[in-house]
């Protein structure tokens, strides 16, 4: 049997800009890391390991001892995965070369990691848009402007024109950063986009979809076949950056979605990307998980926003909703940052006693559970509340 060490680096799609090397993140992200290390040990196996450093906050630790079975042998450091025997696979958040040489790692399914790095940075890249909406809209699946790669600030002028509102968006980048919401191109954003394109090569452009709701249909490779592997309904904030996820079943989400757009098309575009990746097969080889972030408005789905070829924080509600929340129930799955750790401890203190978590049977019947402990200088969280 194969053990799967799970890391979480969300700095993956800004090291993938990188043509090598170890790629250094901004002290916040890092910080974010850190903080939310632990969020591996809720969407693994049970028989997987998570690579962590070693975890102060015992009273988290023993209170998720209630819900996460042997939580306690589910941890390994760095050293351990390096100088484990047994056949073993590493599952970061996202491949990329940072991940790699930090953890020795040359082979991942029995190829050449770099080989499957290069794959992964191609596919990653916000590029991959305009190939799939092209092939979109030759199905009727999508009736909007296909994104378009530009390398210069005048040709996003003429589109600007065309448009008046666009939405330019750096090749790799995560979390919102990275996309530039533009109503007046003013000398400002003119310097943003050329810094992007200076750094990266070029950007994507596309106009602005008016929205109702963000989305994502989340795929998994299994055994040489790319299926669905469920729905997910997420909020972001005005700059794009994620806020939250609904937890719910599939059946729920899919009927939230459907509220805005219309059911046979959603099914359609859902079987379109499973034909879609299974013919890239190859070039996937070694990537597990994709998520596609799609919109919803006024009847119409915008069927690719971007393409996600790692862990997704959809990803990660979905399989925390099957595993551990019980049947039937609601709820959200949220991060929250704040300036201090004294604040943090407060905020979290608050949120327990209004909302008293019940567990039955190692699943979440209700109320607030911190997925992630607090520790020295912890500023970030993720949570649950289900209702």
């Known amino acids: 049997m194969t053990t799967k060490f799970h890391i979480f680096n969300p700095e993956h799609d800004s090291a993938l800009a990188l043509e090598s090397g170890i790629y250094t993140p901004k002290p916040q992200i890092q910080q974010f890391a850190k903080d939310l290390s632990t969020l591996p040990l809720w969407y693994s196996d049970k028989e997987d390991k998570v690579i962590l450093?070693?975890?102060?906050?015992?009273?988290?630790?023993?209170?998720?001892g209630n819900i996460i079975p042997n939580i306690k042998d589910k941890i390994a450091s760095t050293d351990e995965y390096k100088h484990f025997q047994a056949p073993k696979r590493l599952m970061p958040w996202g491949i990329d070369n940072t991940v790699c040489r930090l953890t020795s790692t040359t082979q991942i399914d029995g190829e050449n990691a770099d080989d499957v790095i290069k794959r992964t940075k191609i596919l990653s890249s916000r590029e991959q848009t305009q190939d799939v909406l092209t092939r979109l809209k030759e199905k009727g699946l999508f009736d909007g402007f296909v994104s378009q790669k530009i390398d210069t600030v005048d040709k996003i002028r003429n589109i600007h024109k065309e448009f008046g509102k666009i939405v330019v968006k750096a090749p790799w980048s995560s979390s919102g950063r990275g996309v530039l919401f533009i109503d007046e191109l003013d000398e400002k954003e003119t310097k943003r986009i050329e810094k992007i394109i200076e750094s990266q090569g070029f950007v994507m452009a596309e106009s602005f979809f008016e929205k109702e709701i963000d989305f994502a249909i989340e795929f998994e490779e299994t055994d040489g076949r790319w299926q669905f592997a469920g729905y997910s309904l997420f909020t972001t904030d005005e700059h794009g950056a994620y806020k939250q996820n609904i937890l719910a079943s599939d059946e729920f989400l899919k009927a939230e979605i459907c509220k805005h757009a219309d059911a046979e098309k959603l099914d359609k575009i859902v079987e379109f990307y499973c034909e879609y990746f299974q013919e890239r097969?190859?070039?996937?080889?070694?990537?597990?998980l994709i998520g596609v972030d799609m919109m919803a408005g006024n009847g119409r789905i915008h069927p690719c926003v971007e393409i996600n070829v790692r862990h997704t924080m959809g990803i990660v509600a979905r399989r925390l909703y099957d595993k551990y929340i019980e049947p039937g129930k609601t709820g959200y799955y949220a991060i929250i940052r704040q300036n201090t750790t004294d604040d943090l401890r407060k905020w979290n203190q608050s949120q327990t006693q209004a909302f008293p978590s019940t567990i039955s049977n190692g699943k979440i019947?209700?109320?607030?559970?911190?997925?992630?402990?607090?520790?020295?200088?912890?500023?970030?969280?993720?949570?649950?509340?289900?209702?």
């Open 53 to 64: 450093h070693e975890i102060s906050d015992q009273e988290w630790l023993n209170s998720v």
């Open 281 to 288: 097969d190859e070039v996937l080889r070694g990537n597990k």
């Open 365 to 387: 019947a209700q109320g607030f559970v911190s997925l992630t402990p607090i520790e020295e200088k912890t500023v970030f969280q993720v949570y649950v509340v289900v209702e």
